[in-house]
Structures are given as structure tokens and as C-alpha cells.
């Protein structure tokens, strides 16, 4: 009898592996071993052809197989290997397609891009709208376009920031309450600086972050012993956008970061993920209430 086809999870589509049966130790490590050499021989074969975005798409897939989170499932007559997507069920409902591009597109400054609808649309309905009352806007920086051209904040504060040795492929700028993004990696960033968007959303002063003014989060923060990865150690406005993506389950195919989880988060910093549950519960949508009231006042 012929062994199953194995693939790899698409993080662009990933599966719901609470409705999958899980496979067993070793039925995992065979599938993972089948798809490490698979791997392998694409990256000596996109090597020798030049293809420099391949073979970093390959790393980042063989970096993947390093994740102890990662398992084989039952799909039909195939397995697929993958990180534990739906393993903790949220609150935060992912909004279909069409009322996604619909709420996107109160964000977006021209047409919303596809991958940006689909990233955001895993936020829900109640913080896209929130999002929106606040008056946050989202712009796609061309490539060879300054980020400086785009936002007088970066023109004023960080004008060469497009020349920094690693510049980011996005930006939220809490002055302008404005998200700006590359087209190269528009997926796992526009999640991210989404997340920054909904700090400062969140926030009670003006030009703030909620960050910044939860004690509550600011003790997490500071007596954290399982962030969610690396960056989310680095500041608190990391902490919380990093474990907001991590919850919403957004990742990026192209990104050596290994993927994150409701699951890792849950397991790692279970306090960030019940504050960050209690936000989308109630924080989120009693912000949009109480914006919808506020008279307009300029900024």
C-alpha cells in the first residue's frame, strides 16, 4: 500500500486542526523526515537556478519542521504537517469576505489589497469597526517610494528609515493614526501594524498606546517568563502587537520567524491571552460605543 502524501500546512490558509485527528509520535516524525528531504532537494535545486526567493521560502519551511509545536494530521487519504491553528478556540470571530473588504476598505486609503482584507479579516468585525471609528487609515508604500512621502511624521522624525540596514516593511505612525505597508510582505505586517493600530485605539490619551497605560499589561510585561517570541520581548507596544497576532493566528509563508498560535500564546503568557480575550470581548466594542458618541474634535 502506498505511504499518504504529506504536505506542508499553507500559512495563508492554514487548516483547522481541532476538526483534524491528530497523527501519532512516530507517524509525525516520518512525515516530518519525508518533508525535510523534499525540502532540501528544493533548496539545491533553487539554489543552482539563482532563485534567491525560493530558496529563502525553503529555509523558512526546513526552520518551520524545527517547531515542537508543529504535527502531523489526518486530511482525507494525506497528512499534513502543521502548527496547532484553532488548537484554542477564540472570541474573536474572522469576518467573511465580502463584509471584510467592505470594513478594509473604510481603512484603506485607494483599493484594499486581497492579502490585506484577508489578514485583517481574522480580527473580526467589532475591532475592525473600531478601527475605523478612530479614524485609522492604511496606505500602500510602492517600492522605491520613501516612507518619509507618505507620512510627515517619518519625514520629520526617522527621514531615512528607508535606509537603515534592515528597514521595516511597515509602519504605524500614532500621530496620524496611520498604517503604512510594503507591498512585499503585506500578510503577517499588515496584521502587526494593525495590532498597533488597536493600541492606540484603545488608549484613553490622546497620541497614546494602551500599552503604555495598562498597569495591568505593564506587569505582565515585566514579570513575563514565556513571551510570545523574541520581538514581543522587546518593548510593551511589541508585547501587545505580537500577542495579538499571535491570537488572530496570522503568519507569513515568507517569514523565517517561526508561526505563532492562540495556542503558544495560551500555553507561553496565559495572562496576555485572557487580557487579550477580555479586549476583544468587551474593550474593543465599548471603544467603538463610546467614539461613535464623542463629538468630532480635531487632532
Not at 518533508?35 to 539554489?47: A, D, I, K, Y
Not at 469576518?95 to 486609503?109: E, M, N, P, T, Y
Not at 487579550?276 to 468587551?282: D, G, K, S
Request: glycine fraction near 4%.
Amino acid at each position: 500500500m502506498a505511504a499518504p502524501r504529506v504536505f506542508l500546512a499553507d500559512l495563508s490558509d492554514p487548516p483547522d486542526t481541532a476538526s483534524l485527528p491528530p497523527c501519532d509520535e512516530s507517524e509525525t516524525a516520518d512525515a516530518v523526515e519525508r518533508v525535510r528531504m523534499r525540502l532540501l532537494r528544493q533548496r539545491r535545486r533553487w539554489l543552482h537556478a539563482g532563485d534567491r526567493a525560493r530558496v529563502d521560502l525553503a529555509i523558512a519551511r526546513l526552520r518551520r519542521l524545527q517547531n515542537p509545536q508543529l504535527s502531523a494530521y489526518h486530511r482525507g487519504g494525506d497528512l499534513v504537517l502543521s502548527e496547532p491553528f484553532n488548537g484554542v478556540a477564540g472570541v474573536a470571530q474572522r469576518v467573511d469576505k465580502r463584509q471584510a473588504a467592505k470594513l478594509v476598505g473604510l481603512l484603506a486609503d485607494g483599493d484594499a489589497q486581497s492579502e490585506i482584507v484577508d489578514a485583517l479579516s481574522h480580527y473580526g468585525q467589532a475591532a475592525l469597526a473600531a478601527a475605523a471609528a478612530a479614524g485609522v487609515r492604511i496606505a500602500t508604500v510602492p517600492e522605491g517610494q520613501a516612507f518619509s512621502t507618505f507620512s510627515s511624521a517619518v519625514a520629520r522624525c526617522a527621514p531615512a528609515i528607508d535606509q537603515w540596514p534592515s528597514p521595516p516593511s511597515g509602519l504605524f505612525i500614532v500621530d496620524e493614526k496611520r498604517i503604512l505597508l510594503r507591498a512585499r510582505s503585506l500578510r503577517m505586517t499588515a496584521a502587526h501594524e494593525f495590532a498597533h493600530a488597536l493600541d492606540a485605539v484603545l488608549a484613553r490619551k490622546r497620541r497614546s498606546y494602551f500599552s503604555y497605560e495598562s498597569e495591568e499589561l505593564r506587569y505582565y510585561f515585566a514579570t513575563s517568563t514565556g513571551f510570545i517570541n523574541e520581538y514581543a520581548a522587546s518593548s510593551l507596544d511589541e508585547y501587545f502587537a505580537e500577542s495579538m497576532r499571535a491570537y488572530v493566528e496570522v503568519n507569513d509563508e515568507r517569514c523565517a520567524w517561526l508561526p505563532v498560535t492562540r495556542q503558544d500564546l495560551y500555553l507561553r503568557d496565559p495572562r496576555m491571552f485572557a487580557l487579550i480575550e477580555r479586549l476583544f470581548m468587551t474593550g474593543l466594542a465599548a471603544t467603538e460605543r463610546r467614539r461613535a458618541r464623542r463629538p468630532h474634535v480635531p487632532e
